[in-house]
């Protein structure tokens, strides 16, 4: 069995976390909420990215979708305290042994205060609005994270130098994985992550659909 600790696999979080937000792609409108990771509107309309840019425009714009969940990531989203090293300073002042990729995960869901209050009192904390509880979505997260990780170590360990393998997605940009025959088997990391040949590209965007779960992501909390 390997040693090496996985790193975190930006694709793998973006991946899981627009599965629970967005059915992959599928959902893209519930109210201000938008896009496959579902940016309430009021909160990003400011960035410079977004000058001038309607809801239904970015909706509609999957690259600016990416290039938001992106700046968010790095931490360096106007208004938002987000990303895989502000988890690291969250974990450490909580006193809590989530993975890097679950505390990021649930201040997606929550917000950086309210998934305080969900780790200091998870008996009592409840998620407002009609939503899914915390052990809910991080489940989901957890099942799809790991499937992408999975997929991934078998494109790895199947391409050649003469058969590369790509990774596909279908008309809402969703990457297709294979089926995982162990998802309560935990992954286990390579000795090499998978690196892929060429850019990816993901297909157009699709009609939109205008409905999904009912919280979106913001700085203060679930947005309803």
Do not use: C
Request: zero cysteines.
């Amino acid at each position: 069995m390997s040693n090496v600790k996985p790193k975190f696999n930006k694709k793998a979080y973006k991946h899981a976390i627009s599965m629970v937000e967005s059915a992959g792609g599928k959902y893209l409108q519930n109210g201000n909420a938008l896009g496959r990771y579902q940016f309430i509107y009021r909160y990003i309309k400011d960035t410079p990215e977004m000058k001038g840019v309607t809801k239904r425009q970015f909706m509609n714009d999957r690259d600016l979708q990416e290039k938001i969940m992106d700046k968010a990531l790095e931490g360096t989203l106007q208004g938002f305290t987000y990303g895989p090293d502000y988890a690291k300073k969250f974990i450490k002042e909580n006193n809590t042994n989530m993975s890097i990729e679950d505390a990021t995960a649930l201040v997606h869901f929550l917000g950086p205060g309210d998934a305080r209050k969900a780790i200091e009192n998870p008996d009592t904390f409840k998620v407002p609005g009609v939503n899914l509880t915390v052990d809910e979505y991080l489940g989901k997260f957890k099942t799809n994270y790991q499937r992408y990780q999975k997929h991934e170590d078998w494109m790895n360990k199947n391409q050649t130098e003469d058969n590369p393998i790509q990774m596909a997605y279908d008309k809402n940009g969703m990457a297709i994985l294979r089926e995982d025959p162990n998802p309560n088997q935990p992954y286990v990391a390579s000795d090499q992550p998978y690196v892929s040949s060429e850019q990816n590209q993901l297909p157009t965007q699709p009609e939109q659909n205008i409905q999904g779960d009912p919280a979106g992501f913001s700085p203060e909390g679930v947005a309803i």
